[in-house]
Structures are given as structure tokens and as C-alpha cells.
């Protein structure tokens, strides 16, 4: 993967460039890639709600997902410098919320590893406008991407580091916002010393009439390692082979509420989630609805009579794998992790980590993925059923991870 040049983590001048749409992004240019729901908000997208969001960067050289390679560094800040986010269209200021610490998070990677400003150097403050959030170094020489690690306990022991600023979490341990309307846009400047806007970019997100279960990366076990991005050999299991953690998920319901502030503080998991993989289903000799044809990796199913055992047939169906590997590759698995046999399901948050899941909630799930035999980059992504009562309902939320075979 070629690694972007820059000044500082800065790219040289201005561009843009048309970034591929996600489910939820209406647009995106520049140095934005798209907005999504952030990883610890069951809500965080949903009309009237408080507003809780992931602003995913990009590169000139490492567009969209590949920006999230660890190889690949992220963005600093020059000396004297600062960054600008403005969040304006259907995105309201919540006068009484200040802006500070508490309501953004500069991150690097996803599932992100949190980079505090006391711990790398920076502060948090109000720009020229109510809507506008700053992020100022306070070291004289400014904020070096190369030099920008998350101080997570896990993170020492990635393979690979994640460097540089890649995400910005809104709505982090509090909101200055509430979703209005049908859309909002975010607008990210990196400022010089000289006032010169040396790189921006900007998104739209729409946002959700009505709540839908969620599912979102998350990397609250393994002491918050990235899973993401990791590097094996073909026939090599994440989550069993030397070296390797399973890919881990954080599981939402519908957020439900009388009030819209209800909805905003709604914190309940889906328990007893786990993964049927193409290959468990064909040995149970179970044929999807053509409804679901779409999930060619496999199925997500709730365990509804709590006896630990996944089944089809007696189970809900609640969403499924979307596989996608290099051309001619076989061999590759996406399932529930196994421990002694058996599949472990999604579990409280506290069952990981007891302050987060006490403060987020939600269900994290874990998942084991054997390697096809061909190298190359595979995708497969985890998707929830918009409407779990309806196996005709489009996908609500959507994730996908990358697994580097080489």
C-alpha cells in the first residue's frame, strides 16, 4: 500500500475528488470520505435525536476504506496551524452543550483507538461560529502524523500501528448537536499558520425518520487492538491463530423512546447474536429465502429460545454476510467465534469492559474468519435487517471489514 506524502501529514494543496457513496452518505469530496453512525450510539443518525457521528477521512492516495489501512498514515497538524469542523445543513446547536473534550474524539483508525488531546497535544474550542468546533495544537511544533499513536492498552501490540489522525467522533461522551431535518453536512478545514485553508473536504449524511437496530465495529475486548486490517496467511483463523483476535461488533436494537431524548440515551444490546457461516447452513442443509440472496457469506441470527444453539429454522433471522474475496479465492469463513465447540454469542458490553458497557451499552459480538487461499484483500460485510420482522426489508446498517492474506 503506497503511504500518501506529506508535510507535517499534510497533503500539499487543495483537491477533489468524488468519493463512492455509502448507504448513508448522500456526498462527499475532498479529504471527507462519508459520516456514519458512530460506534457507541444506537441513534446517533436518527431525526431529532442528539447527534452522535464518525467523520471518516481520505486521502488523494488512499481513497475510502483504504485510508484505514494502518499502513497508511493519517493526517497532522503543522505548527501554528488548526483544524475546523463545521457541522451545518440539518446538524443544531445545542447552546447550553459547550464544546469541548467531551463532545469530539480525534481518532486514528476504525474501530477507532481514541486519541485525547492532553495525551497527543491538543485542545478543543469553539471557532467563529456556533457550529464550528477547533482543534488547536498546544505543542509549538504543531502535531506530527507520524508521531500520533493512540495511548490504548492494546494498541502497543498491533502489528502494525495505527498513525496519524484518520476519524473525528461528534457526539463522544456528549452532544452539541441534534440531527434536524432530512440531512446534515460537515465540512473539515486543515488551517496553517497563516490562516490558509491547505486541505478541506465535506459530507452529507441523511438521517433516519424511524430507528434501526445497529451494528457497529467496536474494539472494547482485547484491550482495544485493531482487528481491522489484520495480516495472515491463507488458511490462517482470526481469533485462533498465533497473534491474530477475533473480529469483534457491537450490537444495537432499534432505539425506542417516547421522547426524542429517550432515544438519545437508549443503550440496549441484542444478546444472543451470532454468525452462521455459507458452510454451517449448507451442512444443515437449509436454503435461504431468495430474499436474502444478497448474503452469500452467511446468516445473523438471534438465539429466541436461549437454548446457545443457532438454528435457521427456529431461530430469527436478523440480517447476514456479504462476502467478497479476490477472483477464483476458496476456503474463506465468516462465523461466530468457537471456544470448545461451541459458538460464543453476543453478550453485554459489560461483559468486556464494565465502565464503557455500564456508560454505552449494547451487545458486542465476536467473530472468527478463516483466510481463503488466494492472497489479497477480503471484505466481508455485516449487515442488519432494517425491520428483523421482515426478511424483505433492505439493509439498516452495514459494516465491512478488511483481512489482508498474503
Do not use: C
Not at 489522525?165 to 478545514?189: C, D, E, M, P, W
Not at 435457521?312 to 467478497?324: F, N, Y
Amino acid at each position: 500500500m503506497t503511504q500518501m506524502k506529506s508535510h507535517f501529514g499534510l497533503t500539499t494543496g487543495l483537491f477533489l475528488l468524488a468519493a463512492t457513496a455509502n448507504m448513508a452518505t448522500a456526498q462527499a469530496e475532498g479529504i471527507v470520505a462519508k459520516i456514519v453512525n458512530s460506534p457507541l450510539s444506537a441513534a446517533g443518525l436518527v431525526r431529532d435525536a442528539s447527534v452522535g457521528i464518525n467523520v471518516y477521512l481520505q486521502s488523494e492516495a488512499a481513497k475510502g476504506i483504504a485510508f484505514m489501512d494502518p499502513r497508511v498514515i493519517g493526517y497532522g497538524v503543522p505548527a501554528g496551524g488548526r483544524i475546523e469542523i463545521e457541522l451545518g445543513g440539518g446538524f443544531q446547536r445545542v447552546a447550553k452543550v459547550p464544546i469541548s473534550q467531551k463532545a469530539i474524539m480525534v481518532v486514528t483508525g476504525a474501530p477507532q483507538q481514541g486519541m485525547p488531546g492532553k495525551a497527543i497535544g491538543y485542545k478543543v474550542g469553539q471557532g467563529a461560529n456556533a457550529n464550528t468546533i477547533t482543534i488547536t495544537p498546544t505543542k509549538p511544533e504543531g502535531l506530527k502524523a507520524k508521531a500520533l499513536m493512540s495511548g490504548a492498552k492494546g494498541a502497543n501490540r498491533d502489528p502494525v500501528r495505527q498513525r496519524g489522525i484518520k476519524v473525528f467522533h461528534i457526539g463522544f461522551l456528549q452532544s452539541a448537536f441534534v440531527n434536524r431535518g432530512a440531512s446534515g453536512t460537515v465540512q473539515v478545514r486543515f488551517i496553517d499558520a497563516k490562516g490558509k485553508v491547505v486541505m478541506s473536504g465535506s459530507a452529507s449524511v441523511g438521517t433516519l425518520a424511524k430507528a434501526v437496530p445497529q451494528v457497529l465495529p467496536t474494539n472494547f475486548p482485547d484491550q482495544q487492538r485493531n482487528h481491522n486490517w489484520q495480516i495472515v496467511r491463507p488458511g490462517q483463523v482470526l481469533g485462533h491463530s498465533p497473534g491474530t483476535v477475533p473480529l469483534a461488533v457491537m450490537y444495537f436494537a432499534a432505539a425506542k423512546g417516547a421522547t426524542a431524548a429517550e432515544i438519545s440515551k437508549f443503550k440496549s444490546g441484542i444478546v444472543g447474536v451470532g454468525v452462521l457461516s455459507t458452510q454451517q447452513l449448507a451442512k444443515m442443509k437449509y436454503s435461504k429465502p431468495a430474499a436474502l440472496a444478497r448474503y452469500n457469506g452467511g446468516l445473523i441470527l438471534r438465539d429466541t429460545n436461549g437454548d446457545g444453539n443457532l438454528n435457521p429454522k427456529v431461530d430469527q433471522i436478523i440480517g447476514g454476510i456479504i462476502a467478497k474475496a479476490p477472483k477464483g479465492a476458496k476456503g474463506q469463513e465468516l462465523r461466530s467465534l468457537n471456544s470448545h465447540g461451541a459458538a460464543i454469542l453476543s453478550r453485554p458490553t459489560t461483559a468486556y469492559r464494565a465502565k464503557p458497557g455500564k456508560r454505552f451499552g449494547g451487545a458486542i459480538g465476536l467473530l472468527q474468519f478463516t483466510a481463503g487461499n488466494k492472497a489479497g484483500l477480503y471484505r466481508p460485510t455485516v449487515a442488519l435487517l432494517a425491520d428483523p420482522a421482515n426478511l424483505s426489508s433492505p439493509d439498516g446498517s452495514r459494516y465491512t471489514f478488511t483481512i489482508v492474506v498474503k
